[in-house]
């Protein structure tokens, strides 16, 4: 089991930076070679989306299209934490951001939430206008 404690969210205004934290618990990552790491978001009304993803590695990455350039996940196994930073932020950046693991080692990262085994609770991220 893989427990997931995300943190950092907040409100911050249109062009800002905040930083995403996810703490793993559990399994730890230096431990057991897990699958990818990844943050998704979901905004009132809409789906679920993916927003970035890391290997047990660290050694690759994956970013959707809406915030490549901007936004950058990577991973410290030492301290069992994902990070996520974001910058220039927008107001469609607004959602609950949450943090997941994936099980099982797989040659890509997946950009299916239903593939991810284990979530946190989420982080509220507001970007105001």
């Known amino acids: 089991q893989v427990q997931l404690v995300e943190s950092g969210g907040g409100l911050v205004q249109v062009g800002g930076s905040l930083r995403l934290s996810c703490a793993a618990s559990?399994?730890?990552?230096?431990?057991?070679?897990?699958?990818?790491m990844a943050w998704f978001r979901q905004a009132p009304g809409k789906e679920r989306e993916f927003v970035a993803g890391?290997?047990?590695?660290?050694?690759?990455?994956r970013y959707a299209d809406s915030v490549k350039g901007r936004f950058t996940i990577s991973r410290d196994n030492a301290k069992n934490t994902v990070y996520l930073y974001m910058h220039v932020l927008k107001p469609e950046d607004t959602a609950v951001y949450y943090c997941?693991?994936?099980?099982?080692?797989?040659?890509?990262?997946?950009?299916?939430?239903?593939?991810?085994?284990?979530w946190g609770q989420g982080t509220q991220v507001t970007v105001s206008s």
């Open positions: 997941t693991a994936d099980s099982v080692l797989r040659a890509t990262i997946e950009t299916q939430w239903a593939t991810y085994d284990y």
């Open positions: 890391i290997t047990w590695s660290g050694g690759s990455t």
């Open positions: 559990g399994r730890t990552f230096s431990s057991y070679a897990m699958g990818s």
